[in-house]
């Protein structure tokens, strides 16, 4: 789907657990990444939004960056970024395999798109079916 979409990344950041670090590597592989993978601490399950802020901050000067971890946080994160510090955090449902592309830009960033495996699934299915109609042979 992502190569369908032509999306690439300039930075792939995991958590350095092995699933996750295992995902970044199929992503990775199958849109063309050829750097390294950079693992960080900040997208592990105890890290804190302060932590992922951070590393934001640190790779503010990539343009396409993906980051794989672990939900809750994930979900956490996101709704960090899409409200104001001041407002109550924002809830974002991210199942498993699920894709939120963000656009950050100064105050709350933008929620540009959210994929979910089941809808992705629904796409292919749907992409994938002849265009003939269906007839019994006897």
Known sequence: MLNALNIQFDLIVSSPLKRSLQTAALIG????YEAQILQSESLAPSA??????KLLREFASY????????NPN???FLGSLLVPATNPEARIRLRKGSIARVVLTRGPATLQALLDPRTVRALYATSTKSSRRKTSRK
């Open 63 to 70: 343009e396409n960056i993906l980051v794989v971890g672990h």
């Open 74 to 76: 994930l979900s956490t």
């Open 29 to 32: 592989t199958e849109t063309g």
């Open 48 to 53: 804190t939004v302060k932590d992922f802020q």
